[in-house]
């Protein structure tokens, strides 16, 4: 393995990492899934030059792993069945950046897969709709439709998460 491969790969584990973690919703099957997508690029003998292409590819590895373990297991791509675990300790130190971030990551959890994947690709690592629809194998127009119903599915849960005053509630607001 060259130095070069490694480096060039090292670039871009963070935002894997978050794909990953987008895709399975739990840190450790993220790590295990950036680490499969690692050792397979590395192997590869063929590899993009260009550096758009490079990180598509890329992506599409980290998701082809992930259909793979998904297979191998006898499951479907899926919703969580559990709520996410969140470390609500920091929340009371009333940061709103912290209380946002927590809010948009529990609606993102409870998102079906397949709008939590196009929201990490586009909205996340900052893919093109074209850069996404090569990753996802799809045309650039259902890319477009996709995230535009991920969108509105991750308002609709951050409304359906967020807590009302007592008042308001009543009606009285």
């Not at 090292?10 to 894997?16: K, V």
């Amino acid at each position: 393995m060259s130095d070069h491969k490694r480096r060039r790969i090292e670039e871009y584990l963070s935002r894997l990492l978050g794909y990953a973690l987008s895709l399975t919703t739990d840190r450790g099957s993220a790590e295990e899934l950036v680490n499969e997508c690692a050792v397979r690029s590395l192997a590869a003998k063929r590899v993009p030059n260009d550096e758009p292409a490079y990180r598509a590819w890329l992506f599409r590895i980290l998701r082809n792993a992930f259909l793979d373990q998904l297979r191998k297991a006898g499951r479907e791509f899926a919703a969580p069945t559990e709520e996410p675990k969140v470390d609500g300790s920091a929340v009371w130190d009333y940061d709103d950046r912290l209380i946002s971030a927590l809010t948009v990551r529990t609606a993102m959890a409870r998102l079906a897969p397949h709008y939590r994947e196009i929201i990490a690709l586009v909205d996340l690592a900052g893919f093109s709709y074209r850069e996404a629809a090569t990753i996802l194998e799809v045309p650039r127009g259902t890319v477009m439709s996709r995230l535009s119903r991920a969108r509105g599915a991750l308002l609709d849960q951050i409304a359906e998460g967020n807590v009302l005053p007592l008042a308001a509630r009543q009606g009285r607001i």
